[in-house]
């Protein structure tokens, strides 16, 4: 069964780029893109089947990065599932990563591009 990534970017040529490279990783991922952390919210909380991972972007429009998880760790305090979330995003701002990794759900904190060997080592250390 293919290890299901959720990413969430607002920009369609990141998305096409991180499909292509977890498309190529050893193992086979299914990809569900999201071009809104609000939509990829709303379809977390109604979804039978989870991913195992979330790469979740930072500065987007509407619902940013931040905004999304702590939506996502509200959620998660009423009782709902949790995901681990890796950070994909173009700020190296070392204060983004310190309030990014602030969260307890967030595993992660990758500078855009996708690099397949950083997010291959990080599918082999979720929980199965």
Do not use: W
Not at 5 to 24: G, K, N, Q
Not at 98 to 103: I, K, M
Request: include cysteine.
């Amino acid at each position: 069964m293919p290890c299901r990534v959720m990413v969430i970017d607002d920009s369609e040529i990141d998305l096409l780029y991180a499909r292509i490279v977890l498309e190529r990783l050893d193992e086979p991922v299914e990809v569900l893109a999201f071009d809104s952390a609000r939509d990829a919210l709303g379809a977390l909380k109604a979804a039978a089947e989870r991913p195992q991972l979330i790469l979740l972007d930072l500065n987007m429009p509407g619902m940013s990065g931040f905004d999304f998880l702590a939506a996502y760790t509200q959620h998660a305090a009423d009782g709902g599932a949790t995901v681990p979330v890796a950070l994909l995003t173009s700020s190296p701002d070392p204060a983004d990563r310190d309030r990014a990794l602030a969260h307890a759900v967030v595993h992660d904190y990758f500078v855009k591009p996708l690099d397949a060997g950083q997010v291959q080592s990080l599918l082999q250390r979720l929980p199965a």
